[in-house]
């Protein structure tokens, strides 16, 4: 902790109440002028098993979870099933402690649960002579006992926030407000005393430390909100009015989202029986007239390929998202990796025909799914959003105000009745629903029950009628005009006033750093904290993943000597995918890998970047660098 930033870390076990307590924290600190920024680590697991989230605040803007952190409230695992240390496992009890204090800064706070977490089982860390080498100060009390005189044990977290709160100099009244708003009856009346005793206990503690919360203040109104609640909202105001799904981590949170929100507006959400099921009703739903989403995480999304396929022969337009874990196959399904990128671009047979964006921040998030929604309406195609654990979890802070857009109701390339008279027709009188000739391949649709239309979807190639045709020549102009999509996006995209690439750093660096998805701003952090030191450094962030950017990558690579790409997978696939596209700069290109199922800290990013400069290896765990073609 500094005098700009706080670095805070709840430690404790899945049921312990860590991620509630932590957006409490996390809000109340916004209430009181900060900007803030949380990332959350958990096991699957229904309860018990080490879980943690940290809260990085700081008077100006935050983007990136911290190196390390400042404070450890370390609660214990109060679910814990394994007390011997020599089981697979270790001893759970223990581990929201032991697991923490490799990350835990030099000069921080540790305060620990000693009701939870006995001497004895503290004495197998050899705390006290790990503390004196690092400079931490540690405090340890009693929460359980605490919260046990004034309520019931299942809130000593609350008492772990009142000596939190203490012993960083902060107002008690801001966490004091968000036990009134969210509690009632005995159990606000027990938070709150529970809360002002441990806080009245810490405060007569002899402070060691000279740690303290900065102050801050906001020009404009804040809310915080995680990359989940960007998408579901996004979609909503891009108005979606059906959703199907399929729970599964981390698709679920936007599913629920929606699920809660949508009915309001008048639309359906539905839960069924599997993914098939889920992305084929999306897309009836969208047949016959409304805007409709779907959506899963990795295996999931496999189950949806037939239907992506479905959508981009029928060209039914449709919008999924995908929430990337790591895989394959189960893999661990509440940890965050990039490595679906492939399967997202490729999945179902044939040439693929979609719109795929990944955004870098919950900002992105909310502009480009309205974007994939209007591309995926306009164009006749399967937009997907692909995103990941980290995006989908982790909250910050954004101006109220960023919100205040209009809904946009439109369903893209659709004919009215009238519209539909005046349109090509066969020498039968049918509509045609597949017309070969069209400038950007967009032939408009009719829907269902409007006279004169055309409502024939097939799986099948098929003749300008919609029914079904093998005829050698109609396929060659049918898959042409399709394909035609893509590069009328792209043209489209590239005119657009805005990109959706993000630069950041000195125009005329020499190196260059490349990104896509959640890292961004991580990667931006790394850049500035390189600038300052004398680098000459700058980076792109990569959104638009089908159809490529190319003009605009080709700028950037063109401009730097050497670039670095940095994303969360074993097989470097974002880079792959620049090496398809623009192959001219293979040599240029090297990586920086991570897939351990954390997300990159920017100083590991700063160390990566100066190995690869300097042609060393970079000195965080667990993070790889592959040198360019040639090196």
């Avoid at 900002?363 to 980290?390: N, S, V, W």
């Avoid at 349109?423 to 039968?428: C, P, V």
């Avoid at 009719?446 to 079904?468: D, K």
Wanted: hydrophobic letters at 35%; aromatic letters at 8%; proline letters at 4%.
């Amino acid at each position: 902790m500094t005098a700009e930033t706080l670095m805070w870390r709840i430690a404790g076990g899945s049921g312990d109440g860590i991620d509630s307590t932590s957006q409490n924290f996390a809000k109340a600190l916004m209430r009181s002028g900060l900007h803030v920024f949380t990332h959350r680590h958990y096991p699957s697991r229904i309860r018990g098993g080490h879980t943690y989230v940290e809260v990085r605040a700081s008077p100006e803007p935050v983007r990136s979870r911290g190196d390390g952190f400042n404070f450890l409230l370390a609660l214990g695992d109060s679910f814990a099933r394994n007390p011997d240390e020599d089981s697979i496992y270790g001893v759970e009890e223990l581990k929201p402690l032991a697991e923490n204090l490799e990350d835990l800064n030099e000069g921080g706070v540790i305060v620990y649960d000693s009701g939870v977490l006995e001497e004895d089982l503290v004495a197998r860390l050899d705390l006290e002579a790990r503390a004196e080498e690092n400079d931490w100060h540690v405090y340890p009390v009693d929460l359980r006992a605490l919260s046990r005189e004034h309520g019931r044990e299942v809130m000593r977290n609350t008492a772990g926030v009142g000596v939190t709160a203490a012993l960083i100099d902060k107002d008690i009244s801001y966490f004091e407000t968000l036990v009134e708003e969210a509690m009632s009856g005995e159990v606000k009346d027990q938070n709150l005393e529970i809360l002002d005793a441990a806080y009245e206990r810490a405060r007569e503690f002899e402070f060691t430390h000279d740690l303290r919360v900065p102050e801050g203040s906001h020009d404009e109104q804040q809310i915080m909100l995680t990359g989940s609640h960007s998408i579901a909202y996004g979609a909503m105001d891009a108005g979606c009015r059906f959703i199907s799904g399929y729970p599964m981590t981390p698709w679920t949170d936007v599913y629920t989202i929606c699920s809660q929100h949508i009915p309001a507006f008048g639309g359906v959400a539905e839960q069924v029986e599997d993914e098939i099921a889920a992305a084929t009703m999306a897309l009836g739903a969208s047949h016959a007239g409304a805007k409709a989403m779907s959506g899963s995480s990795g295996g999931g999304f496999a189950l949806m390929s037939e239907a992506v396929g479905l959508a981009e022969m029928t060209e039914t337009p449709v919008v999924l998202v995908e929430a990337m874990r790591a895989g394959p196959s189960t893999g661990m399904p509440t940890k965050t990796e990039q490595g679906d990128l492939e399967h997202v671009l490729y999945s179902s047979q044939g040439d693929s025909t979609r719109y795929v964006v990944a955004p870098g921040n919950q900002r992105e998030a909310y502009d480009q799914i309205r974007e994939t929604f209007r591309i995926a309406y306009e164009y006749q195609l399967p937009g997907i959003l692909i995103y990941d654990q980290k995006l989908e979890g982790e909250m910050r802070t954004v101006s109220k105000s960023f919100f205040d857009r209009e809904p946009d109701p439109s369903l893209g390339s659709t004919l009215t009745e009238e519209e539909i008279r005046e349109a090509a027709h066969d020498e039968s009188g049918k509509f045609h629903r597949y017309q070969l000739e069209s400038e950007n391949g967009v032939s408009p649709r009719s829907l269902p029950g409007q006279a004169g239309g055309r409502f024939l979807a097939t799986g099948n190639e098929h003749h300008p009628t919609g029914h079904i045709s093998e005829d050698p020549d109609n396929r060659t102009k049918q898959m042409n005009r399709r394909q035609r999509k893509l590069e009328a996006i792209r043209e489209e995209l590239d005119g657009g006033e805005a990109s959706h690439q993000t630069y950041h750093g000195p125009t005329e660096a020499t190196y260059g750093i490349m990104t896509w998805g959640s890292q961004q701003d991580t990667v931006f952090e790394a850049v500035d904290r390189l600038t300052e030191s004398g680098a000459s450094v700058k980076a792109l962030g990569v959104s638009d993943m089908m159809p490529y950017p190319a003009s605009e990558v080709t700028a950037f690579l063109e401009s730097v000597d050497q670039c670095l790409v940095v994303e969360m997978n074993a097989s470097g696939q974002f880079r792959g995918l620049t090496q398809k596209e623009l192959g001219q700069f293979g040599p240029k290109l090297s990586s920086l890998l991570k897939y351990d199922g954390e997300a990159f800290e920017p100083g590991e990013i700063v160390e990566g970047f100066e190995a690869s400069v300097d042609g060393g290896e970079p000195a965080a765990q667990n993070v790889k660098y592959v040198p360019a073609a040639g090196d």
